[in-house]
């Protein structure tokens, strides 16, 4: 997914960015992560909502512009956006 820099709606739990989708579908629950060059995958947490043009969605495919609420578990790290990753580093499903 590429962040629109532009579309950032909360840097900190729960993380609210418009993306678009490059490949694939994300759902609900989908585990997000980010790898910044040269370091470890960053997971960030699981989508908790989808909303495209200020409506709810369960899921989202290629070309979708959305918006996407990402939500860390209660035992992670708390993530943030200009902290750990930013808008030239692309979002990831980490599905495992």
């Known amino acids: 997914m590429r962040i ?3 579309h950032i709606f909360n840097k900190c739990d ?4 418009g993306v678009e989708i ?3 579908i ?3 629950g989908t585990p997000i ?9 960053i997971d960030l947490g699981k989508i908790t909502s989808i909303e495209e043009n200020h409506k709810a969605q369960t899921s989202a495919g290629r070309g979708k512009r959305v918006a996407i609420k990402i939500e860390s578990d209660i035992n992670e790290e708390k ?15 980490r599905v495992r």
């Open 33 to 41: 992560a980010v790898k910044p060059t040269g370091h470890q995958w």
């Open 26 to 28: 994300v759902k609900i």
């Open 79 to 93: 993530k943030a956006f200009g902290r750990h990753f930013d808008h030239t580093h692309e979002l990831w499903s």
């Open 4 to 6: 629109y820099p532009e």
């Open 14 to 17: 729960p993380i609210v960015l």
């Open 22 to 24: 490059l490949e694939g």
